[in-house]
């Protein structure tokens, strides 16, 4: 092996199967969601086509090796919430050793292999899942991945940078101001005067977090300063938005072996209910499960469903998406297209608006999990 993997290289497992490595929990707050995605996926997945070897992540970063079977029974209902917890044994890489080898390692034991695997699917969201962190370990360890390299997931990630792509892109975007950790410090007062001139209510946000972590609404000047000061708890980088009154609308996008372009599904809308949320809070999304509804294919009007597909590619091919995204819009009443954000690890639970939009657009949950990996193994890490 050289020390980028060749695409369509995919050594076969002994007994002909994709040995696929599926990465998931993790060091974010959205640790339980990707333990359950990971449920859906080991009870979907095509096993006569696919080796899988389940590894979890703590929340500490320790890389555990997991029992299928218990993987597969993670649910959010009733009880605890799943988690990963650290172990005695720890699984292991062994970087520019080129064989793609996993090990298990013990204090006072002898390494025990794992074997080599031919892909890894990372079922990770946000920081150091979503972000280019992992995705840059698995380039220098040259293993084929399902999705977006380490460019795209840190423009992803970050709500400033994002915005500055897709405008450079001619991508709708909001009214926006960002405020670094530098700035805020240096002089407070600009750094309001600056977000003063969007008008109430403004969005408060981290610029590198998920979830609806740490967002506020503010619609009271005096509330915007500690606003910002929530927000800086989770990333000292912060992004203030105008709010935008509209329907939220979102639409996947799956990738095609160049030269062919990325694929649109059917829009879907987030219905948030009236009454205890005023956006798609962190409650909304995970907790109080009533208040939101996804609705799809979203009811639009046959022209905003078309330009919608359309934006959704073209905001998948600015930040140079691989693989698949989520791209979330906000529909006005004057029939306008604002883009909030690209997720490009998004939810991915069997009930998650992602695999949701596909089923409505006629292709399921195995077959999008088959799709990915193909796509991951059809192309090479490195510079492509
Ligand atoms: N500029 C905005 N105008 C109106 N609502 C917003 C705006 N920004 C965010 N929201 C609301 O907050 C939610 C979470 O914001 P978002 O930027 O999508 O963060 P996250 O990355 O955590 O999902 C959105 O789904 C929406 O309900
Ligand atoms: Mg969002």
């Known amino acids: ?28 707050s959205e640790h339980a969601v990707s333990c359950v995605t990971a449920a859906g996926v080991l009870r979907a997945i095509d096993r006569d086509r696919y080796d899988v070897v389940p590894i979890g992540i703590s929340r500490s970063g320790q890389w555990v090796q997991m029992d299928d079977a218990r993987v597969q029974a993670f649910s959010l209902d009733g009880g605890a919430l799943p988690a990963i917890e650290d172990a005695h044994a720890t699984v292991v890489t062994a970087p520019g050793a080129g064989s793609h ?64 792509v897709f405008e450079h892109a001619g991508l709708p975007v909001g009214p926006y ?72 609308i979102e639409c996947a996008v799956l990738d095609r072996p160049s030269p062919e372009r990325p694929m649109a599904s059917l829009p879907g809308e987030i219905v948030v209910a009236d009454g205890q949320h005023t956006f798609y ?34 905001t998948f091919e600015a930040v140079a998406g691989e693989g698949l995204s989520r791209v979330d819009f906000f529909y006005t009443p004057e029939g306008d297209l604002i883009i909030n954000e690209i997720n490009t690890m998004p939810g991915f639970t069997p009930i998650s608006m992602y695999p949701q939009m596909w089923a409505a657009t006629g292709i399921d949950y195995p077959e999008l999990i088959d799709r990915l990996l193909e796509l991951a193994l059809s192309r090479s890490t490195g510079l492509r």
């Open 281 to 314: 809070d962190f409650e909304a999304k995970y907790v109080d499960v009533a208040a939101a509804a996804l609705s799809c294919p979203a009811d639009l009007p046959a022209e905003a469903t078309a330009r919608i597909r359309q934006l959704a590619v073209e």
């Open 1 to 28: 092996m050289t020390d980028s993997a060749q695409p369509g290289t995919a050594t076969r497992g002994q007994d002909g199967r994709i040995r696929v490595a599926v990465l998931f929990g993790g060091r974010s």
């Open 177 to 248: 101001e960002s405020i670094t950790a530098r700035q805020w410090t240096a002089d407070r007062a600009a750094c309001l005067d600056r977000v003063g001139r969007l008008g109430l209510p403004v969005f408060v946000k981290p610029a590198r977090a998920g979830s609806s972590m740490g967002i506020t609404r503010v619609t009271d000047p005096a509330a915007l300063e500690a606003a910002i000061e929530t927000a800086r708890e989770h990333d000292p980088k912060v992004v203030v938005e105008a709010g935008i009154v509209g329907r939220e």
């Open 101 to 164: 080898e996993l090990l298990v390692t013990a204090p006072g034991e002898p390494p025990r292999s794992l074997g080599a695997v031919d892909v890894v699917f990372p079922l990770l969201h946000g920081p150091f899942g979503e972000d280019g962190t992992i995705q840059g370990m698995l380039e220098l360890l040259g293993v084929p991945y399902v999705g977006a390299g380490v460019l795209a997931s840190a423009v992803g990630m970050d709500k400033d940078f994002m915005k500055v």
